[in-house]
């Protein structure tokens, strides 16, 4: 039986073949706030088009916005919150569907959508919600750091930087709840005055759906010469740099016969940043080996392949998909310590080395004994539902109270 109170979760990430981390995590709760019988809806709004679902079949719309913008898409610009909180059709298409659906709980995935939002609801005086911050990650700063990572304008990083902490720091304040990832957003957020903090972590995906394209699984991937780590991600700054770092580190001896595999769109931005500082073919070495994106049954098969699996992640570590989806094969897995972001309070024993930073791991790597490994099969944390349960349990709490 479905309770009154209906809830409506807003996402500046739009549904894709390759769905990021915070995507699988809006999808995972919706899933879940639908079995325990909440109504839960998911609009997605960005300057080149809107989708949305409601209710518990799919009703996939998609308008082309007036509109556009040529900023990077690879990340979401300050600038494009204010487009859309200033269009005509955003503004109207919100609307309708909360006049329609008659949300009384609206849960933010991330700041970007608030200026919008808050533009709505000045219309909706009379109506009586909540509103649930489930924050990915502190935003302003993140945002300021890949600015400097892709080399922004200072003055406008600054800027951008100064805005989106107004927001996010409002945002907060109007919320009923905040949701965090990791003990350092906590904190941040209750300076912030946090009304409520609840700790929640990132489901594990569906390989099924992760990523796509065709290779040969017939025959063996890897060099049995090697033990190789297996590095898989999308084309994003922060991944891009730390790879690099890695591999870099990698021209000080292979004694311990490591090889390297990197696969996914990171592997296109590596061979970007090679081209634009001319550093040599990484493909022409026998321990590295560069993938571009792979389909679900190429990554089973390096994961069943692979020794283990390497996060060069010095910063950006988003929601830790890569993480879990490294936990979950059962493996060595070496990281820096903002890979396992959100992760600090769970044991998870000598399956895990931590590097303070990307260009540390290479000798790590060097040091590895196999024999020394063992692995805790019963961790909690790949038990999704117990994942994402406080945030779920948090709305349900909130639709009963009508």
């Known amino acids: ?29 919706v899933q879940l706030e639908r079995e325990l019988g ?23 719309r998609n308008l082309k916005g007036n509109h556009s913008s040529d900023l990077p898409s690879i990340y979401w610009d300050h600038k494009m919150s204010y487009v859309l909180a200033n269009s005509m059709k955003a503004q109207s298409f919100l609307t309708s569907w909360i006049q329609a659906e ?15 939002l808050r533009m709505v609801l000045k219309s909706h005086k009379h109506l009586k919600y909540d509103i649930v911050y489930a924050a990915h990650n502190v935003e302003f700063d993140l945002a300021y750091k890949i600015g400097v990572a892709n080399g922004s304008n200072p003055k406008s990083n600054e800027l951008s930087r100064a805005l989106l902490l107004s927001d996010e720091s409002d945002l907060v304040e109007r919320s009923t709840a905040v949701t965090y990832l990791s003990h350092h957003d906590g904190e941040f957020f209750r300076e912030l005055g946090a009304k409520e903090l609840i700790r929640t972590y990132v489901p594990s995906p569906s390989l099924k759906s992760r990523r796509f394209s065709f290779m040969d699984v017939s025959k063996p991937l890897l060099n049995k010469d090697f033990k190789w780590f297996t590095f898989v991600s999308g084309d994003w700054a922060p991944h891009v740099n730390g790879v690099a770092e890695l591999l870099s580190s990698m021209r000080r001896g292979n004694e311990n016969k490591i090889g390297i595999v990197v696969a996914g769109g990171v592997a296109a931005g590596l061979e970007r940043i090679s081209v634009e500082n001319n550093l040599p073919n990484l493909n022409s070495r026998n321990d590295v080996l560069i993938l571009g994106q792979i389909s679900n049954n190429v990554l089973l098969k390096l994961a069943e392949e692979s020794t283990g699996f390497v996060l060069p992640i010095d910063f950006g570590g988003g929601m830790g998909i890569k993480t879990i989806e490294a936990l979950q094969s059962f493996k060595p897995v070496f990281g820096t310590r903002s890979a396992f972001r959100g992760l600090e309070e769970i044991d998870l024993g000598r399956q895990v080395t931590i590097s303070e930073n990307s260009a540390e791991l290479w000798s790590l790597l060097q040091m590895w004994k196999e024999h020394e490994y063992e692995i805790n099969k019963d961790l909690k944390v790949f038990n999704n539902r117990d994942l994402i349960w406080p945030s779920v349990n948090y709305l349900l709490t909130l639709a009963k109270k009508v």
Request: glycine share 8%; proline share 9%; charged share 20%.
């Open 1 to 29: 039986m479905n309770l009154p109170s209906k809830v409506l979760h807003l996402s500046h990430v739009g549904p894709s073949k390759i769905p990021s981390g915070g995507r699988i995590l809006t999808d995972a709760n």
């Open 38 to 60: 909440l109504e839960s809806h998911w609009i997605s709004i960005r300057p080149e088009g809107i989708a949305g679902e409601r209710k518990s079949r799919n009703h996939l």
């Open 102 to 116: 008659r949300h009384m709980i609206f849960v933010l995935e991330g700041p970007w959508l608030w200026p919008l």
